[in-house]
């Protein structure tokens, strides 16, 4: 449950009343132990136990408030930090490095600026095995979870409302660099409606001393009840380089309290991208699929079980991974 501050002070130099401003503090605490083997791009020793901050979802803590404005509209903030929790330390940077953001909310949808996810990250792993997790078939696998631009910052970004189980979001992020074009623009549109879910996103990063690298996912999901069947794909192209990414899954609830993810992802290249891929090292850390230059491919099976609204205890199978973690939501 957030933490809900309701500010009822007054500000003694100007009188100014905070009554219908509330702030919310939120995090996720989650911390995996496994061993890990050697592989193409790992630099871990074979068969090393390591424990690591975020299996299922990335560790954090933020701040996300609202003020009624009247007539429907509100102002918006979200300030939220990453943390290393087998460490303590902060990630990707200080302060709140991970989001940081001020915009309008409405009837009309919202508009936020500053550092976003993007359109495209808002549906990127939507239908992902393993709980869209690092530790997920795709992890290690997929070329375009490693290259395309996730928050990158100076950003402006429009999210509607749904309309019919439709909706669709807009981000474009300033490179802000005199005479140099880096900067980056992307869309999606999603549908969700009783058991049907469908995503579809493109993202363009500019870069003036190359090809743009241009990036399409499309993915769906179809609950059955008994289990919910994930489709997923994605085409990564600059130029010459071309990868097609693929990821089929199901997620079967076993109980209320049970659920088994398993997935199968690959990644096929032409020549081009797969000599690009080898001497820049794209694949994530750590890799935990099997790379032999043209394709890639990886499996995954993940089991969570829901202690409370708050609590999961999960279980990781992987070609290259075993792990055990747990996430605490508060």
Known sequence: MKKSLIALAVLAASGASFAQSTVNVYGIADIWLG????????????????????????????????????????????????????????????????LSYVGLAGG??????GKMWTATDDVMGVSNSGFDSGLSATNGVWVANSVYSSNPGNSIKYASPSFGGVTFAVSYGLDETPNITKDMVDFNVAYAGGPIAVNFAYQVQNDS?????????????????????????????????????????VDVPVSSAITVSGGFARSSRNDVAAASIAADNLLVKPAMGLYNGTTNTGFGVAVAYSMSKRTTLYDVSKRQLYAVGVKHTF
């Open 108 to 113: 009309f949808g919202e508009v936020t600026f």
């Open 35 to 98: 061993n890990l083997k050697a592989s193409k791009v790992s630099d871990k020793a074979d068969s090393t136990t390591v424990m690591e901050s975020g299996g299922v979802s990335g560790s954090r803590w933020g701040l996300k408030g609202a003020e009624d404005l009247g007539g429907g509209l509100k102002a918006v903030f979200t300030l939220e930090q990453g943390i290393a929790l087998d460490t303590g330390a902060g990630t990707a940077g200080q302060a709140f490095s991970r």
């Open 209 to 249: 001393s190359a090809d743009d690298l241009k990036i399409t996912t499309l993915n769906g999901s179809y609950d059955f009840g008994v289990a919910k069947l994930l489709a997923s794909y994605a085409q990564t192209k600059s130029g010459d380089f071309d990868v097609k990414d693929y990821q089929i899954g």
